[in-house]
């Protein structure tokens, strides 16, 4: 018995995130549920390391598969079963109500390694409405939580509140090709990112916009 084809497998992803992760989440009890559950629960991104992180263990149980290719030395894939699939939260709306439509991936380098030697790579994209924490009471709590003083607090972003999940998509970039037609079409753009905390560069990243993505390339439930 063969391989399936990506749709398919993105479709079986999707089936059990639509099921299993919760359709409204809020960032205290996701962040506790970090701090519980793995290493990341004081990353200032709460959302995207909670989505990645409790849908890994569902897709595991359901369908098979780990952690996927290799990034970077300290980083992977999401998740792999026979493709690479990595897990992908767009916040529909910036704090200030404006529609957003583009959504950062991986870098360039590795994007590009890893579909020329796995046989593509795909991305799972929760489109979530976000309230965000205009008052900073988040923040404050998060503070007290996590044993941080006035001293040793930093500035941050505003904290993203609670999200409602409104729609979930797939989109699998199966070779070059795909990612030079996107470029071509303008879908998908590379950026250069600020430095590093260090100072030292960071590597540049691709970036697609959704609403430029022609319908027939989203893998959707079905």
Same mark, same amino acid.
């Given at each position: 018995?063969?391989?399936?084809?990506?749709?398919?497998?993105?479709?079986?992803?999707?089936?059990?995130?639509?099921?299993?992760?919760?359709?409204?989440?809020?960032?205290?009890?996701?962040?506790?549920?970090?701090?519980?559950?793995?290493?990341?629960?004081?990353?200032?991104?709460?959302?995207?390391?909670?989505?990645?992180?409790?849908?890994?263990?569902?897709?595991?149980?359901?369908?098979?598969?780990?952690?996927?290719?290799?990034?970077?030395?300290?980083?992977?894939?999401?998740? @792999?079963?026979?493709?690479?699939?990595?897990?992908?939260?767009?916040?529909?709306?910036?704090?200030?109500?404006?529609? @957003?439509?583009?959504?950062?991936?991986?870098?360039?380098?590795?994007?590009?390694?890893?579909?020329?030697?796995?046989?593509?790579?795909?991305?799972?994209?929760?489109?979530?409405?976000?309230?965000?924490?205009?008052?900073?009471?988040?923040?404050?709590?998060?503070?007290?939580?996590? &044993?941080?003083?006035?001293?040793?607090?930093?500035?941050?972003?505003?904290?993203?509140?609670?999200?409602?999940?409104?729609?979930?998509?797939?989109?699998?970039?199966?070779?070059?090709?795909?990612?030079?037609?996107?470029?071509?079409? &303008?879908?998908?753009?590379?950026?250069? @990112?600020?430095?590093?905390?260090?100072?030292?560069?960071?590597?540049?990243?691709?970036?697609?916009?959704?609403?430029?993505?022609?319908?027939?390339?989203?893998?959707?439930?079905?």
């Amino acid at each position: 018995m063969g391989s399936p084809q990506p749709e398919n497998e993105a479709c079986d992803i999707l089936h059990v995130i639509d099921k299993y992760f919760p359709k409204v989440f809020g960032a205290q009890e996701s962040i506790k549920w970090l701090h519980r559950h793995s290493t990341k629960g004081k990353e200032s991104e709460w959302q995207a390391f909670f989505f990645e992180e409790y849908c890994r263990p569902l897709l595991t149980t359901f369908l098979g598969g780990w952690h996927g290719a290799r990034i970077i030395k300290s980083s992977r894939i999401d998740y @792999q079963r026979y493709y690479n699939w990595d897990l992908k939260v767009h916040s529909i709306k910036d704090k200030n109500g404006k529609a @957003q439509h583009s959504i950062p991936l991986n870098d360039k380098n590795s994007m590009d390694r890893i579909i020329s030697t796995e046989f593509g790579l795909g991305f799972i994209i929760a489109y979530v409405d976000f309230t965000f924490d205009t008052n900073g009471s988040l923040q404050k709590w998060r503070d007290k939580f996590e &044993g941080r003083t006035k001293k040793h607090s930093k500035r941050h972003h505003m904290m993203k509140k609670t999200g409602v999940i409104v729609n979930l998509k797939a989109l699998f970039l199966k070779d070059s090709k795909m990612i030079q037609d996107g470029e071509r079409k &303008g879908w998908i753009k590379i950026f250069n @990112q600020g430095k590093q905390p260090t100072g030292a560069p960071r590597k540049p990243k691709y970036m697609i916009n959704l609403d430029q993505v022609p319908d027939d390339m989203f893998i959707t439930l079905s």
